[in-house]
């Protein structure tokens, strides 16, 4: 697509990333999950997945998916530098996003996670695979965390052990804000990454097709009060 020079100057510059290989997860309700790289041409399932919870307080749904709603807005605009999205998919539903950032060589930024299938720890998978991305396909030795909720933090930054680098770096501090920095560094990724990172490659050709035109969810469990179209 042909863009004019001002455009041109508004969007930062872009490095060339490796892609993220499609996988597939079977979940602990036997329902099988692609994981795969968002493509700009998903922005609107995208989106019109996240709106609707920017409404929910419920264990900060509302600050998570606004911030996500932005980050996903600014990666189809082209106004956020390295940012990759990540999906999963059950028979094409939306089931949960991350979305990430990376910042120069060795690391990246990861910046949200938000489940919409709850209960089988879909969100906990997605974030596994944004740190296979990060670490395995990017070559990156560090990523920088934060958590908005307390379920993340537990998820993060105590499942994984991550190093909390704010008394040696006190200045550090993520993008987003928020609590002290915590980082997953190469090695402690390569101790957490068997029982973490599951799934298999490649995707058989009928299973990955399922997840080519991604659907919006009908409605969103355990997250009361939102159901679309009601």
């Not at 980050?71 to 999205?85: D, P, Q, S, T």
């Amino acid at each position: 697509m042909a863009i004019d020079a001002l455009e041109a100057k508004l969007r930062p510059p872009a490095d060339e990333l490796a892609p993220y290989p499609s996988k597939l997860i079977t979940l602990a309700s036997g329902e099988q999950m692609v994981v795969r790289e968002a493509r700009l041409a998903d922005a609107g399932a995208l989106l019109g997945t996240v709106y609707p919870l920017l409404g929910v307080p419920k264990d900060y749904y509302d600050i998570v998916a606004a911030r996500m709603y932005s980050e996903i807005l600014g990666w189809f605009r082209y106004r956020v530098a390295n940012e990759f999205v990540i999906v999963g998919a059950i028979d094409g539903v939306i089931a949960g996003i991350v979305t990430s950032r990376h910042v120069k060589a060795g690391l990246g930024m990861s910046l949200h996670t938000l489940t919409i299938k709850r209960g089988l720890r879909v969100g906990a998978q997605l974030f596994a695979a944004k740190m296979e991305h990060h670490i395995d396909y990017l070559g990156e030795n560090e990523v920088h965390i934060v958590a908005e909720s307390p379920i993340g933090f537990k998820r993060w930054m105590i499942e994984y052990e991550l190093e909390d680098r704010s008394a040696m770096y006190p200045d550090l501090r993520h993008e987003l804000g928020g609590v002290p920095t915590f980082t997953l560094t190469r090695k402690l990724w390569e101790a957490v990454k068997p029982v973490k990172c599951t799934g298999v490659r490649p995707v058989p050709a009928e299973l990955l097709k399922t997840a080519d035109k991604l659907i919006m969810p009908d409605e969103y469990v355990q997250l009361p009060g939102w159901k679309r179209g009601a």
